[in-house]
């Protein structure tokens, strides 16, 4: 985990409240290591701020993409810090901490047959750009779902409404880093998604679509295979204040792997999405 300045590259604005944002950070060096694990795995995510001291919190803001010292992230403007990030220029400097949190498990794609879903909600398609790249190059086959809003198109007759989601928020970019891409707007995208015949299924987005998501694989006898990236909100970051507690059932992580302890089983207990986190096997948070 590294601290430090980073050049801002560009901040593009990609529909009426997301933001792409690439800077030029120097103490990444994104190269894998000697275990072939990138410095940055797909569902982790960084601290950031662009100010001294108002507001207090630097902002958690999921990774997007990775190469080399470059590194960006997809936001959306939903308060004052985000609302800050939407203004700054090519050449002004951010802050950036990590990276942080325990990303999706690499490990439960590592063979040429893998076939692998990944299914993100509004916000929450920010860190499946990076997943869809990372597990496509350890040989995996890769499924996209995305699915949007309608009500910041309200204005736009629904036939125009996709046309204009796709060029928005970046399906074209994220078609390129998948073998096949759903995208679904003002409607439910996991009613696209059949859980048989994937070795594992990733989604970040709304809790209410995680969940539907989850009562799906399991009515399937998949459930063990979906994992989920949940979203807190977060004052350190690193699991010190544990602001973002969440309570869980049995499995926890023992050198970056799911495992599972009878003790543990039976009371459950509380989890940092931080730390822990962001991604939990679904069972673990809504097989209470």
């Given at each position: 985990?590294?601290c430090s300045?980073?050049?801002v590259?560009?901040?593009r604005?990609v529909?009426?409240?997301f933001?792409?944002?690439e800077?030029?950070?120097?103490?990444?060096?994104?190269?894998?290591?000697?275990d072939?694990?990138?410095?940055?795995?797909?569902g982790?995510?960084?601290?950031?701020?662009?100010w001294d001291s108002?507001?207090?919190?630097?902002?958690p803001?999921?990774?997007?993409d990775?190469?080399?010292?470059?590194v960006?992230f997809?936001?959306k403007t939903?308060?004052?810090g985000?609302?800050?990030?939407?203004r700054?220029?090519?050449?002004?400097?951010?802050?950036i901490?990590?990276?942080?949190?325990?990303?999706?498990?690499?490990?439960?794609?590592?063979?040429?047959s893998?076939r692998?879903?990944?299914?993100g909600?509004?916000?929450?398609?920010?860190p499946?750009?990076l997943g869809?790249?990372?597990?496509?190059?350890?040989?995996?086959?890769v499924d996209?779902y995305?699915?949007?809003?309608?009500?910041?198109y309200?204005e736009?007759?629904?036939a125009?409404?996709n046309?204009?989601s796709?060029?928005a928020?970046?399906?074209?970019?994220?078609?390129?880093?998948?073998?096949?891409?759903?995208v679904?707007v003002g409607?439910?995208?996991?009613?696209a998604v059949?859980p048989?015949?994937y070795?594992a299924?990733f989604t970040c987005?709304?809790?209410?679509?995680?969940?539907a998501?989850?009562?799906?694989?399991?009515?399937a006898?998949a459930?063990?295979?979906l994992?989920?990236?949940?979203?807190?909100?977060?004052?350190?970051g690193?699991?010190?204040?544990y602001?973002?507690?969440?309570?869980?059932a049995?499995?926890?992580?023992?050198?970056?792997?799911?495992?599972?302890?009878?003790?543990?089983?039976?009371?459950g207990?509380?989890?940092?999405?931080?730390?822990?986190?962001?991604?939990f096997?679904a069972q673990?948070?809504?097989g209470?």
């Amino acid at each position: 985990m590294s601290c430090s300045k980073a050049a801002v590259r560009s901040n593009r604005q990609v529909s009426p409240d997301f933001y792409l944002l690439e800077a030029e950070w120097p103490s990444l060096d994104d190269a894998p290591g000697s275990d072939g694990i990138p410095a940055i795995r797909a569902g982790q995510f960084c601290m950031l701020r662009s100010w001294d001291s108002i507001p207090v919190l630097s902002r958690p803001i999921s990774v997007f993409d990775a190469d080399g010292n470059r590194v960006s992230f997809l936001y959306k403007t939903v308060g004052r810090g985000t609302a800050i990030f939407s203004r700054l220029k090519p050449g002004d400097s951010i802050t950036i901490q990590g990276p942080l949190g325990n990303g999706f498990p690499m490990e439960l794609c590592s063979t040429a047959s893998g076939r692998v879903a990944m299914v993100g909600g509004g916000a929450g398609i920010a860190p499946l750009y990076l997943g869809a790249k990372q597990y496509k190059a350890a040989g995996c086959t890769v499924d996209l779902y995305l699915g949007f809003s309608g009500a910041a198109y309200n204005e736009v007759s629904r036939a125009t409404c996709n046309e204009v989601s796709r060029a928005a928020f970046l399906t074209e970019e994220y078609r390129d880093r998948a073998d096949s891409i759903t995208v679904n707007v003002g409607g439910f995208i996991t009613d696209a998604v059949d859980p048989v015949g994937y070795d594992a299924i990733f989604t970040c987005g709304p809790e209410v679509m995680m969940k539907a998501l989850w009562e799906k694989c399991k009515a399937a006898g998949a459930g063990d295979k979906l994992f989920v990236s949940l979203e807190a909100r977060m004052a350190c970051g690193v699991g010190a204040c544990y602001g973002c507690s969440r309570k869980t059932a049995s499995a926890f992580r023992e050198n970056g792997a799911f495992k599972e302890n009878g003790a543990f089983r039976e009371n459950g207990g509380n989890k940092k999405v931080c730390k822990d986190g962001p991604v939990f096997p679904a069972q673990e948070v809504f097989g209470l």
